[in-house]
């Protein structure tokens, strides 16, 4: 039941930089709603990562960093660590007037 | 820090209803709003509802008419039950604090999870 579209995918060898994209409509992130991040390690709970489009909260090291851009938001990961391999999703709000999750990112060091 | 920690049957038969409880320790269950999310196995993440402290309630349109919250400020607990379940109900279900306090509305705290399975 996804309405925002993440690939399914990224990777990157250790230092190197990639970005996660999270797809939306005219009924969310376009419609000026904000976009959180969160990293899901394995066997673990999500965890917050970027809030508010942009901002991280205390703790979370500063290669993570955020931006939205019309229906769109990415999250871009810059000097890629080896314990940065999870699970990323994006979530906002849509009209309908519910919470929605992107379909998540599995994030692989190579 | 806030803890959560779910609790509940792990086992729920189909047809039957879930239910779950949250209870939350070192901090204030109010001004804050209460979430359940839900993440089948291998899934990704699926926002089932919220209540806010005073017990006003946010459902997903999907799970309306199965999904119903309460919260109980006295204990520092909040419940989840999800009606006529079947198969495709089984996940790990997570409690979780939305915060609004900065201007922007976020999940901030996670439990750790409890899977439920749905299964004769």
């Known amino acids: 039941q996804s309405v925002l579209t993440q690939p399914p995918s990224v990777s990157g060898a250790p230092g190197q930089r990639v970005t996660i994209s999270c797809t939306g409509s005219s009924s969310n992130i376009g419609a000026g709603y904000d976009v959180h991040w969160y990293q899901q390690l394995p066997g673990t709970a999500p965890k917050l990562l970027i809030y508010?489009?942009?901002n991280r909260p205390s703790g979370v090291p500063d290669r993570f960093s955020g931006s939205k851009s019309g229906a769109s938001a990415s999250l871009v990961i810059t000097g890629l660590q080896a314990e940065d391999e999870a699970d990323y999703y994006c979530?906002?709000?849509?009209?309908?007037?519910?919470?929605?999750f992107g379909t998540g990112t599995k994030v692989t060091v190579l | 820090q806030v803890h959560l920690q779910e609790s509940g049957p792990g086992l729920v038969k189909p047809s039957e209803t879930l239910s779950l409880t949250c209870t939350v320790s070192?901090?204030?269950?109010?001004?804050?709003?209460w979430n359940w999310i839900r993440q089948p196995p291998g899934k990704g993440l699926e926002w089932i509802g919220l209540?806010?402290?005073?017990?006003?309630?946010n459902y997903n349109p999907s799970l309306k008419s199965r999904v119903t919250m309460s919260v109980d400020t006295s204990r520092k607990q909040f419940s989840v039950r999800l009606s006529s379940v079947t198969a495709a109900d089984t996940a790990v279900y997570y409690c979780?604090?939305?915060?609004?306090?900065?201007?922007?509305?976020?999940?901030?705290?996670w439990g750790q999870g409890i899977l439920v399975t749905v299964s004769s």
């Open positions: 209540i806010y402290y005073t017990g006003s309630t």
């Open positions: 508010g489009n942009s």
């Open positions: 070192d901090g204030s269950i109010s001004n804050y709003y």
């Open positions: 979530q906002s709000y849509d009209s309908s007037r519910y919470y929605v």
């Open positions: 979780a604090r939305g915060d609004d306090s900065s201007g922007f509305y976020y999940v901030d705290y």
